[in-house]
């Protein structure tokens, strides 16, 4: 079944610990983007990617990294330096930067 | 910096009457995505509007793209409860534009009730 695969669906953290969202998909698409989502807005571009080894910050990148070494995985760490990490986040590929994206099922991490 | 409005935010209505949301935006696009969102889910993708003049028609919903307007429209026809849900319009602005500059507006929440 083609796809992306977000996990876990649901995460806790404590204040001050790093935590890695996991994002992987099977489309063979070159881009990938993490998104954020707060109550009540729209999405939000953390971090994108056009291609293995490479990637760009988006609108609010502070307090979060990626990695993208393999062309189906593009992690996201949200580190103890996000000072409101409670959040619905999104991952989504697409072909390449000017194609349409489709989008993981996403994360919800609490911070408690 | 490109702006993304919609409006209304919240949207009550009753099954069978016909409504449209909007989608402002403030610089020049011609790539304009309308996507779905049920609570607690991913966002599905609804329509892909690429061109003035756009339309594209599934089921009950049918969106339209004016370029010139800086506009987008998705009409509802007589709504059902199946309707229900957060639509969101996104843009890519034409200057320097790319996915990774995909702007998102706020979303409509949409009810509709019996």
């Known amino acids: 079944d083609g796809g992306i695969t977000q996990s876990p669906k649901y995460l806790f953290r404590k204040e001050g610990q790093n935590v890695t969202l996991s994002c992987e998909q099977n489309l063979n698409h070159d881009a990938m983007y993490w998104y954020r989502q707060d109550p009540g807005q729209g999405l939000r571009l953390i971090y994108y990617s056009q291609i293995v080894n490479d990637f760009q910050k988006g609108d609010i990148a502070e307090g979060y990294s990626v990695s993208r070494e393999k062309k189906e995985s593009f992690p996201l760490t949200v580190t103890s330096a996000q000072k409101n990490p409670t959040a619905f986040y999104l991952c989504a590929s697409s072909q390449n930067l000017n194609t349409e994206a489709f989008f993981g099922q996403g994360t919800r991490l609490t911070v408690v | 910096e490109l702006k993304v409005e919609q409006n209304p935010l919240f949207l009550s209505m009753q099954e069978g009457k016909n409504y449209t949301i909007y989608c402002n935006y403030s610089t020049t696009s011609d790539r304009l995505y309308w996507y779905r969102q049920d609570p607690g889910k991913s966002l599905e993708s609804l329509f892909v509007?690429?061109?003035?003049?756009a339309v594209k028609q599934e089921g009950r919903l049918m969106a339209s793209l004016d370029t010139k307007a800086r506009l987008s429209t998705l009409h509802i026809t007589a709504a059902v409860h199946d309707l229900s849900a957060t639509y969101f319009c996104?843009?890519?602005?034409?200057?320097?534009?790319?996915?990774?500059?995909?702007?998102f507006g706020k979303g409509t929440k949409l009810s509709v009730k019996p």
């Open positions: 996104a843009v890519v602005p034409n200057y320097g534009g790319s996915q990774g500059n995909l702007i």
């Open positions: 509007l690429l061109s003035n003049g």
